[in-house]
Structure formats: structure tokens, C-alpha cells
């Protein structure tokens, strides 16, 4: 177990912990032998890693969480509220209990603009990092019914370029910054190692599987009404759509931060595949 330079046993709380980067940040953080709280809603759902002690809070009920940030010295903190998937509201309250509590490390986990979660946390005066992954190859798990049925991968605007990146590699960037000095008041802007387009997303993924996977280009009404039908918001519609047709450059450059901090290369599209495949078949 890893203490402080007082002799203090290190408590790091990971929010979000049952889903795609939290999971990632917990076994990386108990791989390198810390003390690591997993906050869910659900402990019965959630399967979280072996090791993790489990806290149950919801963030969009902060006054809850006094429990699960008790002997909390550092703090994975998702930014967005499940429900409805909008940023979370109750940022103040978190950042004030963090501070109460003798939290010294944040990392945040952007949803695209900084919220009330990132402004109450460097309001609070809290030491944080800002990561901000581009799309996550997980979103990959969408096409998982049309490959299974059809062998096909159906999405809008083919020609965009996206530097996606493995929610593994999020992960542990989560867990070095937030058990290394060097990373206060940092945004880091994390990638893959390449940019892709959807073409080459859906051979990559063929090779993977053995088989053909063909890639079918929806037009942009058809992505609408397709997320309609899957219950997202106008709002939510509008900003998926428009990211595609238009990316920010942020999408679409290569960044070496992923190998800079965890000294090794940012895992590909094709080993994600690989350590994927079953999901597909
Ligand atoms: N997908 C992308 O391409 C992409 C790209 C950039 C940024 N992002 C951002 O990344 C975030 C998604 O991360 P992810 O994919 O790791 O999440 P995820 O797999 O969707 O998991 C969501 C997690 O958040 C927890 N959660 C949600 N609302 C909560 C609440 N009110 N209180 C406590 N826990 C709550 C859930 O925990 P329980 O259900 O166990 O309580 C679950 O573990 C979003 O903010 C998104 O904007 C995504």
C-alpha cells in the first residue's frame, strides 16, 4: 500500500468506476499496489475489479458522498450526470466536500466543455488535472448487432478522420496523474496513435474477426432519426452530428501525450479489436 511522506495510507476515490475509463483507472491504480474506493450507484450491477473497496453515492446527490471521500486523498471525478447525461449540477458541493475532506489530487474527465464540475474544483481551490480524450474506440460496441447480423458497420460522414483512443490508455493516465507530481493545472488533450476513417475502422476490425466487415454510409437524416429512435436528445443529436460533419481539429491531430506520461506507445484500433472480438461474434 503506498503512504504519503507522512506515513499516511493513500485512499484514491474513482468515480465512474463501473464504466468504460473508471474500470480502466481502478485496476491500474490497484496494479501499482494503491488503496482504491470504487463509487457506483449499483454495487449489484456494476462488477467492479477485485480489490477495490466498493463506496455506493450518487454524485447528482452529493450530500450522500461524505462516506465514500472519508480518508480521501485523491479523486477521479466524472464530469457528467448519468441520467440524462448532461454536466453534473451539484459540481459545487462535490469540490466543497473534496476540500472538507482533505482531497490534495483531482482528475476530471471532460465531456466536451468545461461545466460546473471544472469550475467548482479550481474555485475550491483544488489541485486538478483536466484530461480530455477525443472519441473513445469503445464507441466501436455500437456496431456490435449490425456486425454480428450483417457484417456491417453503419454510420454518417465516412470521410471524418478521428484520432480515437483506447479507454484503457484514459485510464491510466487518470491513474499515474493522480499518484505523480508534475500534473497540477494541466489539460492534457489524449489520443490514439492515429487517425482513422470509417472505412479503415471497419477493415480493422474485419481483420480482427476473420471476416469481412463493410462499411455503409448513413446519411446525416438517417443518423438522426436512428439516435431518435435510441431515445437521445435534440441536444444531444445535434452535438454528435455536428462533431462529425465538422470536427474540431482536436479530433483529427495526433498527440504524443498518452506515450509522454505512461512511456509507452498509445494502444492501436486493431489491438482494441483484437481484445474485443468476442463482443462481435
Ligand atoms: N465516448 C466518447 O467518445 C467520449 C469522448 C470524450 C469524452 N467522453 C466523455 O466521457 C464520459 C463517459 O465516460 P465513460 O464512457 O467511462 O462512462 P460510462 O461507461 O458511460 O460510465 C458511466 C459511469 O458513470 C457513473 N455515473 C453516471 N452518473 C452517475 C452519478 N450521478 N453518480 C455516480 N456515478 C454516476 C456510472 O456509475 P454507476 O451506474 O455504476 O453508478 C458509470 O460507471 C462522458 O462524460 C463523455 O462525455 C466520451
Redesign the pocket.
Known amino acids: 500500500m503506498i503512504s504519503d511522506e507522512e506515513g499516511i495510507a493513500m485512499t484514491i476515490l474513482v468515480?465512474?468506476?463501473?464504466?468504460?475509463?473508471?474500470?480502466h483507472a481502478v485496476e491500474e491504480l490497484l496494479r501499482e499496489g494503491h488503496r482504491v474506493r470504487a463509487?457506483?450507484?449499483?454495487?449489484a450491477?456494476?462488477r467492479?475489479p477485485r480489490g477495490a473497496e466498493v463506496a455506493v453515492?450518487?454524485?447528482?446527490?452529493p450530500d450522500g458522498l461524505a462516506p465514500a471521500l472519508e480518508g480521501v486523498t485523491a479523486l477521479h471525478l466524472?464530469?457528467?450526470?448519468?441520467?440524462d447525461?448532461a454536466a453534473?449540477r451539484?459540481g459545487p458541493r462535490i469540490a466543497r466536500l473534496a476540500a472538507e475532506g482533505g482531497v490534495r489530487q483531482v482528475t476530471m474527465?471532460?465531456?466536451?466543455e468545461p461545466g460546473p464540475v471544472e469550475k467548482a474544483v479550481a474555485a475550491e481551490g483544488l489541485p486538478w488535472t483536466a484530461l480530455?480524450?477525443?472519441?473513445?474506440m469503445?464507441?466501436a460496441l455500437n456496431w456490435v448487432d449490425s456486425v454480428r447480423t450483417e457484417g456491417v458497420v453503419r454510420e454518417p460522414f465516412g470521410g471524418t478522420l478521428s484520432n480515437?483512443?483506447h479507454?484503457a490508455d484514459?485510464g491510466a493516465v487518470a491513474a499515474r496523474t493522480l499518484t505523480e507530481d508534475g500534473h497540477t493545472g494541466r489539460e492534457y488533450v489524449l489520443t490514439g496513435p492515429e487517425v482513422l476513417d470509417m472505412p479503415q475502422k471497419a477493415a480493422i476490425l474485419g481483420r480482427a474477426l476473420g471476416r469481412d466487415i463493410r462499411f455503409v454510409e448513413l446519411t446525416e437524416q438517417q443518423a438522426r432519426e436512428r439516435m431518435r429512435q435510441a431515445g437521445a436528445s435534440q441536444e444531444a443529436i445535434d452535438h454528435v452530428v455536428g462533431w462529425y460533419a465538422d470536427p474540431p481539429k482536436e479530433a483529427y491531430t495526433v498527440t504524443d501525450t498518452v506515450e509522454r506520461l505512461l512511456g509507452r506507445p498509445a494502444r492501436t484500433f486493431a489491438q482494441w479489436a483484437q481484445e474485443n472480438a468476442e463482443a462481435f461474434r
Open positions: 468515480t465512474g468506476a463501473a464504466g468504460n475509463v473508471g474500470r463509487l457506483t450507484r449499483d454495487p450491477r456494476a467492479l453515492g450518487d454524485l447528482a446527490v466524472i464530469t457528467f450526470d448519468g441520467g447525461g453534473l451539484t474527465l471532460w465531456s466536451g480530455q480524450p477525443q472519441e473513445f469503445s464507441n480515437m483512443i479507454e484514459i
